[in-house]
């Protein structure tokens, strides 16, 4: 029996519409002032909240633009490892990565966050880490897939390990390009022609 999607409570729905006005209120002053020039205080300043008010949805400031990270590294895992057997591991991270686009923001409110994650040291080593880890956890999601497709032992694992990590490098190079290019294009597709130039470039 399928149960109904459970209703967010009022107290629920009051603490997202909190957590978003931070957020939008940090990400605006975060883009017209530089993230290192922005302060805590002056972002709960003008959210309209109490530092400590600040603290309680977000532990740091980096947290402001990377905070979903962890959530977005869970659905990435559950996406692919949701696909049906028959997928190849390559295609199944492409739509793992077609999941993340839109998970959590806009489009428009994408590319902004992740603009200021490749543009800001402090947040790309964040970004950078929290990859590392979301590569970990598919680690045994994309081997059993390409066991499952005959392919068996070490060699499993180490073409495990390279079809995570070029999808990946495959991922960040679409995002830079899109970055670059202020938002020209469709991200999915830059994917696509940075996974075909891994097979084609000399």
Request: hydrophobic share 40%; aromatic share 8%.
């Amino acid at each position: 029996m399928q149960h109904e999607p459970r209703t967010p409570s009022v107290w629920e729905r009051s603490r997202q519409m909190a957590s978003r006005e931070i957020i939008d209120t940090a990400v605006r002053l975060f883009t017209t002032q530089g993230y290192e020039e922005t302060t805590i205080a002056q972002i709960a300043r003008e959210a309209g909240v109490s530092q400590r008010t600040l603290f309680r949805y977000f532990g740091t400031k980096e947290d402001l633009v990377c905070g979903d990270q962890d959530e977005l590294g869970r659905l990435l895992t559950k996406t692919v490892k949701e696909q049906p057997a028959e997928v190849s591991a390559w295609d199944a991270l492409r739509r793992g990565f077609t999941a993340l686009l839109t998970a959590n923001h806009a489009l428009e409110m994408t590319l902004t966050l992740s603009t200021l994650i490749f543009r800001t040291p402090a947040l790309h080593a964040n970004y950078v880490q929290k990859r590392l880890r979301w590569q970990f956890d598919l680690m045994p999601v994309i081997r059993e897939r390409l066991e499952a497709a005959g392919h068996e032992g070490p060699e499993a694992d180490h073409e495990a390990r390279t079809v995570i990590a070029v999808s990946f490098a495959c991922a960040d190079a679409a995002t830079g390009t899109w970055i670059a290019g202020n938002g020209t294009g469709d991200p999915v597709a830059l994917y696509d022609q940075a996974l075909a130039l891994t097979r084609t470039a000399s």
